[in-house]
């Protein structure tokens, strides 16, 4: 059963503006991973963070960790068409050495 | 729901041995991707396959590597002569098309090279 959900489920936002994706899960983590997925290509590790971190920055992403709701958000600032994709969370757990559990996803489009 | 099927689920093999990692997709789909996760590491695209063709192998590395999705039977990834360096864990996805479809994956194998 795939552990992590996002919300939404799709989004769509002028180009320029910030998207913001958010994932719930149920179990304790390791980390927590954001993948994106361009139409008809596999995914792509956006960032990782740990069970103990809080808060993790690459680019244009931003990543925060709250382990007491157990959710996570993704926030992409300053979008560009590029950016639409489908961008998927995904838990591990049992010290990093568990599988990748993963959510549903959210499809993001960013109109020009 | 009888999602992605990997197995085994955990291999060990030595050092120059071949390893064979089996996924059976998701009855009815026939787009098959192979990712590999190295410890500490997010997952790495190697593959995409469609039934008895291989899409996309930019990840894959150019030796030793191999997959195959034949017309029937699970999809297999090969590592011949494996190293240490093959330690991982390696997860099989497989989606019913392979335009802007979700893909759904494996528990994965996780390979341990001694």
């Known amino acids: 059963s795939q552990q992590g959900e996002e919300d939404p489920q799709a989004l769509s936002i002028q180009e320029g503006e910030n998207a913001t994706m958010n994932c719930s899960y149920k179990?304790?983590?390791?980390?927590l991973q954001w993948y994106r997925q361009n139409s008809g290509r596999g995914l792509v590790h956006l960032i990782l963070?740990?069970?103990?971190?809080r808060e993790k920055h690459s680019g244009r992403l931003r990543v925060t960790l709250d382990t007491s709701k157990k959710s996570s958000s993704l926030l992409i600032t300053a979008s560009r068409a590029a950016d639409t994709a489908s961008y998927f969370c995904?838990?591990?757990?049992?010290?990093?050495?568990?599988?990748?559990?993963f959510g549903k996803g959210t499809h993001l489009i960013i109109q020009p | 729901n009888a999602g992605v099927m990997q197995n085994p689920r955990h291999l060990v093999r030595r050092r120059g041995q071949e390893a064979r990692l089996r996924c059976s997709p998701v009855?009815?789909?026939?787009?098959v991707y192979w990712y590999r996760q190295l410890p500490e590491e997010g997952l790495k695209f190697m593959v995409y396959?469609?039934?008895?063709?291989?899409?996309?192998e930019s990840g894959m590395p150019k030796e030793r590597f191999s997959a195959e999705f034949p017309k029937e039977g699970p999809s297999i990834l090969r590592i011949q002569q494996v190293v240490r360096g093959d330690s991982a864990a390696y997860f099989c996805?497989?989606?019913?098309?392979?335009?802007?479809?979700?893909?759904?994956f494996g528990q994965g194998t996780r390979l341990t090279v001694v």
């Open positions: 396959l469609q039934k008895e063709n291989i899409i996309d």
């Open positions: 179990t304790s983590i390791n980390n």
């Open positions: 963070i740990r069970s103990n971190e």
């Open positions: 995904a838990t591990q757990g049992g010290g990093g050495a568990d599988g990748l559990t």
């Open positions: 009855k009815g789909h026939s787009h």
């Open positions: 996805a497989s989606s019913p098309r392979g335009e802007g479809t979700e893909a759904f």
